[in-house]
């Protein structure tokens, strides 16, 4: 990722100034290799940008510093400025450039010896000086346009490795030799807009850190005596991305909204940080492919769904070849949302989806063909007896037999010589790492690679989504620990200690996810009833994250969506030209927020589903269309079978102080908590320190900081309340309807041993047989 200079990376910086220049002075992490970027302050509109192409030692560079100061002395001299550990980039919106730097991060993990980190604090400060750009000519849209990009608060969320290419998968990284400014434009590079022009000029990404925005959790667990490293990964694409109502769907280039990798990692404990074997099993999830989108509404805590014709499913279509050409074949998908509905909406979604791809995989040739699994995650959970884990569960497994995932063997060699190139990864199948004294070509030899991905989404990519990649995530762990021999079972019963600890990494995941798109924690109604969690407490509290969606997605979300626009350069300010929030749409951005579409010629060509259960327009799919069940699906047409001096690092104690000027923003502290599945204390800090408030014994989120919801709401706020305030014991299955995303009801659940069910072992047997015909033919099939 970052430039090698020898076989070292600079990841230690001091920021000067003179009243001419920026001297930005860079190390490696032995002190032995020392360089200067050189930065015009003299330019009011431009970057000017030069760097010494000399490798200086500590005293040379002291030197060099010192003659700069006496040639600077009738002007001030030198002055430090800042200490920082890498460049975001650069950014101009009407006046001059700002350059953005780390000022504080913290070490969260290491994968192959490589050190990962987190952002502690940011600061942004102007390139001119003041003799050029005086502080009296910022206009009120420039200061505007500052505190929107710092309201991008990069100590949440957000992390960074200097040696080690952690925006690809670790099968990717071994198998894709492109390296060095290349992998910035990777779909997962944050910072790939701020870092373009300094990338462009230099040729080289030893200043810059490639920022990735997501979830980054590792910590020590224990199986059968031995112990060893779990490491999950999510990355969010910068493309198309943004808030919950305002990115829906795909785009015209195949890009989905809140599309996310998940890589799961596991390998041994040993005392070097290097392992001698790793695996790693990736999963996707990401908006339904369709073109659609929903019109935020602060009288509707379910706005209209809107459904806009797509001629042949292009965009649909280039999606699917994108995901191949990311994970190969095959392209596996679980779609967890319902299938029938008294007031159609997510089976408008659900039928359109599948009758895509049967659209698509007509033309495809066999070993191509998208596999479509459809299960009713909402009607398998009130379903009694069912234990829905298990069920999904078993559909990983099968899904892991046709996949695969990775494993791979680790080598370690010193050596003295190493030629410098570009990135952590030198060449297919080695990676590269450092130590202090010396340097250590660390080869990885793949032993088993993962062909093809499960895609996994519900309506909003959150909650229910969670879910299933848990299942997934436990279904691959059981294998990886297997390959890895730490553990003699292939298998991990779900009240295992250890399957307690992997759902308390995607629990945090989740709820982490879940804040970035939808403005709440996540719903863990399935979770919480597994750890057999008190279900009146678990109810309100899902309650609350659903009005927390609501205020999020109608209230904060538009000011939220332009703040990413002009992180990410999707919109870029001009004089003379309309400012971002005087805009009334993402105009500049694709479909967004309501008045993309016009309102004539576009209306007549939408199908929407509206919260009232009526359905405009000619070409609308029917009602009855709509509400499919399992037992009359094989005579459908819309569903057919076949579808410079030291810096010392904070400790992990220290509070991170995140960005920026001119207004600090307030700070978020992603800490690695230890890995357990109580949910009452530990979650309750872990939320806390995603930005919540502080949190009542009864895990209830506090009502003044609603935040968003609304994904899962099937009936009305009225009828959910009286939900409840009933006895858990008078509601039937028939009358009720979920109200969390995971669409999952308390009803006839045996909480002391749900696997045990006949029932529960039933519905896996009639899903094996049935899933066994569709892995050998392909196509479309429905649970």
């Given at each position: 990722?970052?430039?090698?200079?020898?076989?070292?990376?600079?990841?230690?910086?001091?920021?000067?100034?003179?009243?001419?220049?920026?001297?930005?002075?860079?190390?490696?992490?032995?002190?032995?290799?020392?360089?200067?970027?050189?930065?015009?302050?003299?330019?009011?509109?431009e970057l000017g940008i030069e760097e010494d192409p000399t490798g200086y030692t500590e005293n040379e560079c002291q030197e060099l510093l010192w003659r700069i100061h006496e040639g600077n002395r009738l002007t001030g001299g030198l002055k430090f400025v800042t200490k920082c550990y890498g460049i975001v980039g650069f950014i101009k919106f009407l006046g001059p450039y700002y350059m953005v730097v780390i000022t504080r991060r913290r070490k969260v993990g290491t994968i192959c010896g490589h050190d990962i980190y987190s952002v502690g604090k940011s600061e942004m400060i102007a390139i001119p000086s003041p003799i050029v750009w005086p502080n009296v000519a910022y206009s009120r849209d420039e200061n505007r346009y500052k505190r929107l990009l710092c309201s991008v608060n990069l100590s949440r969320d957000f992390f960074?490795?200097?040696?080690?290419?952690?925006?690809r998968s670790l099968q990717r990284n071994i198998t894709d030799k492109n390296t060095g400014p290349v992998v910035y434009e990777t779909m997962f590079v944050w910072n790939e807009f701020l870092t373009r022009a300094i990338r462009n000029h230099l040729k080289n990404t030893i200043w810059t850190v490639a920022l990735i925005h997501g979830f980054f959790k590792q910590s020590k667990l224990s199986v059968s005596g031995k112990e060893f490293w779990l490491t999950l990964i999510a990355r969010r694409s910068r493309h198309f991305a943004g808030t919950r109502f305002l990115k829906r769907g795909v785009n015209e280039k195949g890009r989905v909204a809140n599309d996310v990798e998940t890589e799961q990692l596991v390998f041994e404990d040993t005392p070097d940080e290097i392992p001698h074997q790793i695996s790693s099993v990736v999963q996707h999830r990401g908006s339904i492919p369709l073109v659609w989108f929903q019109e935020t509404s602060r009288l509707n805590i379910r706005p209209d769904i809107i459904l806009k014709p797509d001629l042949d499913y292009k965009a649909t279509r280039l999606h699917f070849e994108n995901l191949a050409l990311r994970y190969g074949d095959p392209i596996i998908i679980l779609n967890l949302i319902k299938t029938?509905?008294?007031?159609?909406?997510?089976?408008?979604?659900?039928?359109?989806?599948?009758?895509?791809?049967?659209?698509?995989?007509?033309?495809?040739?066999?070993?191509?063909?998208?596999?479509?699994?459809?299960?009713?995650?909402?009607?398998?959970?009130?379903?009694?007896?069912?234990?829905?884990?298990?069920?999904?569960?078993?559909?990983?497994?099968?899904?892991?037999?046709?996949?695969?995932?990775?494993?791979?063997?680790?080598?370690?060699?010193?050596?003295?010589?190493?030629?410098?190139?570009?990135?952590?990864?030198?060449?297919?199948?080695?990676?590269?790492?450092?130590?202090?004294?010396?340097?250590?070509?660390?080869?990885?030899?793949?032993?088993?690679?993962?062909?093809?991905?499960?895609?996994?989404?519900?309506?909003?990519?959150?909650?229910?989504?969670?879910?299933?990649?848990?299942?997934?995530?436990?279904?691959?762990?059981?294998?990886?620990?297997?390959?890895?021999?730490?553990?003699?079972?292939?298998?991990i019963e779900l009240h295992a200690p250890l399957a307690d600890d992997l759902m308390d990494f995607y629990e945090r995941m989740g709820d982490t996810l879940a804040i970035q798109y939808g403005g709440s924690a996540a719903h863990n109604k399935i979770f919480c009833e597994q750890r057999g969690q008190w279900k009146a407490a678990t109810q309100s509290q899902e309650f609350l994250r659903t009005l927390q969606r609501y205020y999020s997605n109608a209230y904060t979300d538009p000011e939220k969506q332009d703040a990413i626009n002009v992180f990410l350069g999707h919109f870029q300010p001009q004089q003379g030209k309309p400012a971002l929030w005087k805009l009334d749409s993402d105009q500049h951005?694709?479909?967004?927020?309501q008045g993309t579409l016009t309102e004539e010629t576009g209306r007549s060509l939408i199908k929407r589903s509206l919260s009232d259960g009526n359905i405009l327009c000619e070409n609308t799919v029917p009602v009855s269309d709509c509400n499919v069940g399992e037992n009359n699906i094989a005579n459908s047409e819309l569903l057919p079978m076949q579808q410079l001096?030291?810096?010392?690092?904070?400790?992990?104690?220290?509070?991170?102080?995140?960005?920026?000027?001119?207004?600090?923003?307030?700070?978020?502290?992603?800490?690695?908590?230890?890995?357990?599945?109580?949910?009452?204390?530990?979650?309750?800090?872990?939320?806390?320190?995603?930005?919540?408030?502080?949190?009542?014994?009864?895990?209830?989120?506090?009502?003044?900081l609603l935040s968003s919801s609304g994904n899962s709401c099937d009936e009305e706020i009225f009828e959910r309340s009286s939900l409840i305030n009933s006895p858990m014991d008078v509601v039937s299955v028939e009358s009720t309807t979920s109200y969390s995303e995971q669409g999952h009801n308390d009803e006839g659940r045996d909480d002391t041993d749900l696997s045990r069910s006949s029932s529960q072992m039933s519905d896996i047997r009639d899903y094996s047989d049935r899933f066994a015909q569709w892995v050998a033919n392909g196509g479309m099939l429905c649970y």
């Amino acid at each position: 990722m970052v430039a090698m200079m020898g076989g070292k990376f600079l990841q230690k910086f001091r920021l000067y100034e003179t009243r001419s220049k920026f001297y930005l002075i860079g190390r490696d992490k032995t002190r032995t290799l020392w360089r200067v970027l050189k930065i015009d302050r003299m330019e009011s509109t431009e970057l000017g940008i030069e760097e010494d192409p000399t490798g200086y030692t500590e005293n040379e560079c002291q030197e060099l510093l010192w003659r700069i100061h006496e040639g600077n002395r009738l002007t001030g001299g030198l002055k430090f400025v800042t200490k920082c550990y890498g460049i975001v980039g650069f950014i101009k919106f009407l006046g001059p450039y700002y350059m953005v730097v780390i000022t504080r991060r913290r070490k969260v993990g290491t994968i192959c010896g490589h050190d990962i980190y987190s952002v502690g604090k940011s600061e942004m400060i102007a390139i001119p000086s003041p003799i050029v750009w005086p502080n009296v000519a910022y206009s009120r849209d420039e200061n505007r346009y500052k505190r929107l990009l710092c309201s991008v608060n990069l100590s949440r969320d957000f992390f960074f490795s200097y040696s080690y290419n952690i925006m690809r998968s670790l099968q990717r990284n071994i198998t894709d030799k492109n390296t060095g400014p290349v992998v910035y434009e990777t779909m997962f590079v944050w910072n790939e807009f701020l870092t373009r022009a300094i990338r462009n000029h230099l040729k080289n990404t030893i200043w810059t850190v490639a920022l990735i925005h997501g979830f980054f959790k590792q910590s020590k667990l224990s199986v059968s005596g031995k112990e060893f490293w779990l490491t999950l990964i999510a990355r969010r694409s910068r493309h198309f991305a943004g808030t919950r109502f305002l990115k829906r769907g795909v785009n015209e280039k195949g890009r989905v909204a809140n599309d996310v990798e998940t890589e799961q990692l596991v390998f041994e404990d040993t005392p070097d940080e290097i392992p001698h074997q790793i695996s790693s099993v990736v999963q996707h999830r990401g908006s339904i492919p369709l073109v659609w989108f929903q019109e935020t509404s602060r009288l509707n805590i379910r706005p209209d769904i809107i459904l806009k014709p797509d001629l042949d499913y292009k965009a649909t279509r280039l999606h699917f070849e994108n995901l191949a050409l990311r994970y190969g074949d095959p392209i596996i998908i679980l779609n967890l949302i319902k299938t029938r509905e008294k007031k159609p909406r997510e089976s408008l979604l659900r039928a359109e989806f599948a009758k895509a791809i049967h659209y698509i995989n007509k033309g495809l040739s066999d070993d191509k063909r998208l596999k479509f699994l459809h299960m009713d995650l909402s009607k398998l959970s009130r379903r009694k007896g069912t234990n829905v884990l298990a069920l999904l569960n078993k559909v990983a497994s099968d899904v892991l037999d046709r996949t695969d995932f990775f494993h791979g063997e680790i080598t370690t060699s010193k050596s003295e010589d190493v030629s410098s190139g570009q990135g952590a990864v030198a060449k297919s199948g080695d990676i590269e790492s450092i130590e202090d004294q010396n340097f250590c070509m660390t080869k990885l030899v793949p032993l088993l690679r993962q062909k093809g991905v499960l895609r996994t989404n519900c309506i909003d990519c959150l909650d229910r989504t969670n879910v299933a990649q848990f299942a997934y995530g436990l279904a691959a762990l059981e294998r990886q620990l297997h390959v890895l021999k730490l553990s003699g079972t292939p298998k991990i019963e779900l009240h295992a200690p250890l399957a307690d600890d992997l759902m308390d990494f995607y629990e945090r995941m989740g709820d982490t996810l879940a804040i970035q798109y939808g403005g709440s924690a996540a719903h863990n109604k399935i979770f919480c009833e597994q750890r057999g969690q008190w279900k009146a407490a678990t109810q309100s509290q899902e309650f609350l994250r659903t009005l927390q969606r609501y205020y999020s997605n109608a209230y904060t979300d538009p000011e939220k969506q332009d703040a990413i626009n002009v992180f990410l350069g999707h919109f870029q300010p001009q004089q003379g030209k309309p400012a971002l929030w005087k805009l009334d749409s993402d105009q500049h951005y694709n479909i967004g927020r309501q008045g993309t579409l016009t309102e004539e010629t576009g209306r007549s060509l939408i199908k929407r589903s509206l919260s009232d259960g009526n359905i405009l327009c000619e070409n609308t799919v029917p009602v009855s269309d709509c509400n499919v069940g399992e037992n009359n699906i094989a005579n459908s047409e819309l569903l057919p079978m076949q579808q410079l001096d030291d810096i010392r690092e904070p400790s992990d104690s220290a509070p991170e102080i995140s960005l920026c000027e001119p207004n600090p923003c307030s700070s978020a502290n992603y800490s690695m908590l230890p890995g357990r599945h109580s949910i009452s204390e530990e979650r309750q800090s872990y939320l806390k320190r995603l930005g919540y408030p502080e949190l009542h014994s009864s895990n209830f989120l506090d009502l003044d900081l609603l935040s968003s919801s609304g994904n899962s709401c099937d009936e009305e706020i009225f009828e959910r309340s009286s939900l409840i305030n009933s006895p858990m014991d008078v509601v039937s299955v028939e009358s009720t309807t979920s109200y969390s995303e995971q669409g999952h009801n308390d009803e006839g659940r045996d909480d002391t041993d749900l696997s045990r069910s006949s029932s529960q072992m039933s519905d896996i047997r009639d899903y094996s047989d049935r899933f066994a015909q569709w892995v050998a033919n392909g196509g479309m099939l429905c649970y």
